[in-house]
């Protein structure tokens, strides 16, 4: 292999290797104001009532940046919420769904 090859290879195997950070990097983009108008119609899975944006508890930090994580990968809010629905129930969301007796 010619040393413009073996140049042109190392390059391309270093910009490749930065492809990850640049995703990373993408998580910044997320505003905490983004974060908050999904996590208003999250309840705290600890404070009875308490919308995720407005809560002080670990879990709630916790779960906010797993919101902004879900953002920062392209989902949409309703993507997120029914995650939530799915993993937690329906009783975390502000305004479950109507399903069943409920409709």
Known sequence: MSGKKQFRLIILI???GLLPVAAYAQDGNITDDEVNAVAKDVYCPVCESTPLDVCPTQACADWRELIRT??????????????????YGDGVLSNPPGRGASL
């Not at 879900?70 to 993993?87: T, V, W």
Request: a negative charge.
């Open 70 to 87: 879900k953002l920062a990968e392209g989902q949409s809010r309703d993507e997120i919420l029914e995650y939530f629905a799915r993993q």
């Open 14 to 16: 270093l910009l490749l």
